[in-house]
T-cell receptor, first 118, second 115 residues
């Protein structure tokens, strides 16, 4: 199956610093990628939809100035958590849909990136 | 977005079949039913999806009720590696994201497989 890779898989940072998480589709092109956040023992919550070559679409309640998304190419989307605080500590997961133009195909998810803000 | 309802947890014995139920009484005619599973500290993994007809693949079977208000994921022989949170999700379409259907995750069912 198609592979989506995230980096780093875990990161620890000090409060106030910015952290960038990369999401790559390794063997297919993805015009759209999705970013999710998951707190312990909770379900995944969609944060934003990342569109190649255009601005991301954020879900209600997600601060676009705090969670910067850049989808610079068909295989790479990045999420930058700016001025991170302990409440931003979470498991961040990206996903991409395999198949250009497919609206019903399966989503492939990255391994997730665990952010801990001290 | 149409919501799904799943039991919080289920147990199964190893090597036995598992039937994971999902209710989606407000499903619309164009919503697909997706199943994903998530192992601890990993991203979700696609299991199966369908629209109206029952579906089979190497991982599982999906049985969809005739009125589409419920579905059941069937693992034919549970193994210890099948222990995970199983999510039943209806795909939704938002105009702002073009044709890309996004997935809204519910709370899922924690499946425990007993040796």
């Amino acid at each position: 199956g198609a592979v989506v890779s995230q980096h780093p898989s875990w990161v620890i940072c000090k409060s106030g610093t910015s952290v960038k998480i990369e999401c790559r589709s390794l063997d297919f092109q993805a015009t759209t990628m999705f970013w999710y956040r998951q707190f312990p023992k909770q379900s995944l919550m969609l944060m934003a939809t990342s569109n190649e070559g255009s601005k991301a679409t954020y879900e209600q309640g997600v601060e676009k100035d705090k969670f910067l998304i850049n989808h610079a190419s068909l295989t790479l989307s990045t999420l930058t958590v700016t001025s991170a605080h302990p409440e931003d500590s979470s498991f961040y997961i990206c996903s991409a849909r395999y198949g250009s133009g497919s609206v019903t195909g399966e989503l492939f998810f990255g391994e997730g990136s665990r952010l801990t803000v001290l | 977005d149409a919501k799904t309802t799943q039991p919080n947890s289920m147990e199964s014995n190893e090597e036995e079949p598992v039937h994971l139920p999902c209710n989606h009484s407000t499903i619309s005619g164009t919503d697909y039913i997706h199943w994903y599973r998530q192992l601890p500290s990993q991203g979700p993994e696609y299991v199966i999806h369908g629209l109206t007809s029952n579906v089979n693949n190497r991982m599982a079977s999906l049985a969809i009720a005739e009125d589409r208000k419920s579905s059941t994921l069937i693992l034919h022989r549970a193994t210890l590696r099948d222990a995970a949170v199983y999510y039943c999700i209806l795909s939704s379409k938002k105009i702002s994201s073009g044709s890309a259907r996004q997935l809204t995750f519910g709370s899922g069912t924690q499946l425990t497989v007993l040796p």
